[in-house]
């Protein structure tokens, strides 16, 4: 089964340059969550998209941005990249009909370094 | 506190044993519940929903007392491929589909 596909999957940057992180849903799955994990923490919420419109907020630092598109595919991304933003960085999608609609699968990850 | 509790571990267990795990949630009005795995450096996998009467998939079974705020997990017959943190995950509220992490349990299952 198609699983939620994450670009790049390993990104090395330098303090206070940009990242941009994409990730593509399960087909048919309508809504998109992003989460930072630190070293040695649990994964934290970022922000979601349902139908291209941002449906929540959490913890994202106001240099992240992120969108959804017309193929619901998602970008997040970062400025002023920061030491502390050194993290995996997860995508997941969930569909919200049906009995599983409050799974959500997640992504491979993408890895920033912040150097 | 923590929203969603549960005990680090590591729990060391050798194969074919029963492994039981615990977690606790803060907010009553949680609405739905998950147990994921995860391996190391790798994205979390949805191991199972957790429903009110309760539910097993092969030697998994979770439980939910709502009463009492308390999700659990027992594996049966432990593998090792069953080595891995396993991660109790809490969604809040209806109205908002985040997921709320705890910070894992971690299971190593020894020959």
């Known amino acids: 089964a198609a699983g939620v596909i994450q670009s790049p999957r390993h990104l090395i940057k330098e303090k206070r340059e940009t990242a941009t992180l994409k990730c593509y849903p399960i087909?048919?799955?309508?809504?998109v969550y992003w989460y930072q994990q630190g070293p040695g923490q649990d994964p934290q919420f970022l922000i979601s998209f349902y139908e291209k419109m941002q449906s929540d907020k959490g913890s994202i630092p106001d240099r992240f941005s992120a969108q959804q598109f017309s193929d619901y595919h998602s970008e997040l991304n970062m400025s002023s990249l920061e030491l502390g933003d050194s993290a995996l960085y997860f995508c997941?999608?969930?569909?919200?009909?049906?009995?599983?609609?409050?799974?959500?699968?997640f992504g491979p990850g993408t890895r920033l370094t912040v150097t | 506190r923590k929203e969603v509790e549960q005990d680090p571990g590591p729990f060391n267990v050798p194969e074919g044993a029963t492994v039981a795990f615990n977690c606790t949630y803060s907010?009553?009005?949680?609405?739905?519940f998950f147990w994921y795995r995860q391996d190391c450096r790798k994205e979390p996998k949805l191991l199972m929903s957790v429903y009110s009467s309760g539910n097993e998939d092969g030697r998994f079974t979770a439980q939910l007392n709502r009463a009492s705020q308390y999700i659990s997990l027992l594996i049966r017959d432990s593998k090792l491929s069953d080595s891995a943190t396993y991660l109790c995950v809490v969604n809040e509220d209806t109205g908002r589909r985040a997921l709320t992490f705890g910070s894992g349990t971690r299971l190593q299952v020894q020959p």
């Open positions: 997941a999608s969930s569909i919200t009909s049906g009995p599983r609609s409050y799974e959500q699968y």
């Open positions: 907010n009553s009005a949680s609405q739905s």
């Open positions: 087909p048919r799955h309508d809504t």
